[in-house]
């Protein structure tokens, strides 16, 4: 894996968080409501930009939840210029709820918006509970994982051994 752009923005004064600039965005299913969030003054060149995806769209995820706002604000602090949207349906993003399938092609469309927008190769993406899911998806180019993400076992750790049900024991 190649390592990550360095772009810091270190200065001398605290980290001012950028203005957020509303914005619309094509979407298969309509217009997708975002938010661009850049810390670099105009005309200087970005060398990665964050998309960061929200919870789940039914239990009152939007992009103005809380670990939202302060995984995009860690992006920004980091020199990355950072997208938040609401998925369809939410908020004033078009369309209706799709169980995951039609959510993983606005972050796929807001992704792809975002690479052209700020002319940048390097990409982060970011997300809280189904936005989580949701970006590892449009990480892998929207295949679904086959196996769920987990920590490697420990060497302390002792493996777990499975028992045969009594019922299916001899």
Do not use: Y
């Not at 789940?56 to 995820?61: D, K, N, S, T």
């Not at 949207?85 to 092609?105: I, K, M, T």
């Not at 982060?124 to 086959?146: D, E, N, V």
């Amino acid at each position: 894996m190649p390592p990550l752009p360095a772009c810091s923005t270190a200065t001398s004064e605290p980290f001012r968080p950028p203005a957020p600039l509303a914005v619309r965005i094509a979407g298969p299913a309509g217009a997708i409501e975002a938010r661009v969030e850049d810390p670099l003054p105009a005309g200087a060149t970005r060398q990665v930009v964050g998309v960061v995806c929200h919870p789940h769209p039914l239990f009152g995820g939007t992009m103005q939840n809380k670990v939202v706002h302060t995984v995009a604000r860690a992006m920004q602090e980091a020199g990355a210029a950072t997208v938040r949207f609401n998925f369809r349906g939410v908020g004033a993003s078009e369309g209706q709820h799709d169980r995951g399938v039609g959510e993983l092609a606005d972050a796929l469309a807001v992704i792809d918006w975002a690479r052209r927008h700020f002319d940048c190769d390097a990409l982060w993406l970011g997300g809280f509970s189904f936005g989580a899911a949701t970006a590892l998806q449009a990480a892998t180019g929207g295949a679904r994982p086959t196996i769920p993400p987990r920590p490697p076992p420990t060497p302390t750790a002792p493996t777990p051994r499975r028992r045969p049900h009594p019922a299916l024991r001899r």
